[in-house]
């Protein structure tokens, strides 16, 4: 059974950073692309960033040049590091896995984390 665990998020001021880690089990982790999802209160969830097992990474545009999405195949485990934070950014962080390896991760899995919840306020 597959399971994502998320975690690291937080109450940050703006301008501010957080990581968030994700350990994956019940997949062969270093087949598949990762990716970190975000859902607002009141909006649906969204894909931030995505990275297949090769390292090819994709963003959506609200994130580029801020947000940075690693992975650590040996532990089975996927990153998500957040600079320069906006108030926009307030969401729950989930993580899951894409057995295409497409970075845009077409085909994520049906079960989901609880995600880690991250708020960005003064």
């Known amino acids: 059974q597959v399971q994502f665990v998320e975690s690291g998020g937080g109450l940050v001021q703006p301008g501010g950073s957080l990581r968030l880690s994700c350990a994956a089990s019940g997949l062969i982790f270093r087949l598949y692309a990762m990716g970190w999802y975000r859902q607002a209160p009141g909006e649906q969830r969204e894909l931030v960033a995505g990275i297949t097992s090769a390292g090819t990474t994709n963003y959506v545009d609200s994130v580029k040049g801020r947000f940075t999405i690693s992975r650590d195949n040996a532990k089975k485990m996927v990153y998500l590091q957040m600079n320069s934070l906006k108030p926009e950014d307030t969401a729950v962080y989930y993580c899951?896995?894409?057995?295409?390896?497409?970075?845009?991760?077409?085909?994520?899995?049906?079960?989901w984390g609880q995600g880690t919840q991250v708020t960005v306020s003064s």
């Open positions: 899951n896995a894409d057995w295409t390896n497409k970075a845009t991760m077409n085909r994520p899995f049906g079960s």
